[in-house]
């Protein structure tokens, strides 16, 4: 997980470009703003990167000092106006991401398949899979949606097939964030 700070000025930056990227063909978008504590580059934005954000702004909540859970607060507020005024724009976007997404995911599981060694960089490569639950959340009900859950069934089958339950896999502050109902493949890892 990174720092409150950061994760507040990321998701301050993204915002405050995400109308036009929404608006764009791009699925990611070069951030103009740059990390003040570091001076490099935030990620670039997609709307992934701005729902796992926000997700990690979300389970620290019961730490934060009170400007920190204002600001965190007119951040969330900002992503829901957003999301309000270009509804079929952001379902449009969340699309796209999902079918890139996907094909990241099952390239990862089909080495995986493959060969076991990879097995050690599931808690990062899983960053993918937890990005297409909340993807498709945020794509709602649009029709286009129905294939592309099918192959993260199919997936998910694949997954599963070599899957060991177990602990909490993430920073446990974010287990309150990423249930086991819906996030069962944090909670464990691939059998090597």
Do not use: C
Not at 7 to 24: K, W, Y
Not at 55 to 70: F, I, N, Q, S, Y
Not at 160 to 174: N, T
């Amino acid at each position: 997980m990174h720092p409150v700070d950061y994760n507040l000025g990321m998701a301050r930056a993204m915002l405050d470009e995400l109308e036009a990227f929404v608006q764009s063909p791009d699925v990611f978008w070069p951030l103009s703003h740059t990390s003040p504590d570091t001076g490099s580059p935030f990620p670039r934005l997609s709307l992934g990167v701005v729902l796992l954000t926000l997700d990690e702004l979300r389970a620290v909540e019961p730490d934060l000092a009170p400007a920190e859970l204002t600001a965190t607060q007119v951040v969330e507020r900002e992503f829901d106006r957003i999301k309000q005024k270009w509804t079929v724009a952001v379902e449009r976007k969340a699309l796209a991401e999902i079918s890139q997404r996907l094909s990241i995911w099952r390239a990862y599981l089909q080495d995986l398949s493959e060969s076991r060694s990879g097995a050690e960089d599931y808690p990062m490569e899983v960053r993918q899979r937890v990005a297409l639950a909340r993807l498709l959340d945020l794509a709602g009900r649009n029709p286009g949606i129905q294939p592309t859950a099918q192959s993260l069934r199919q997936l998910d089958d694949l997954l599963r097939a070599w899957f060991e339950p177990g602990e909490f896999i993430w920073d446990q502050r974010l287990k309150a964030v990423y249930t086991p109902a819906g996030f069962w493949f944090l909670f464990g890892r691939p059998r090597e």
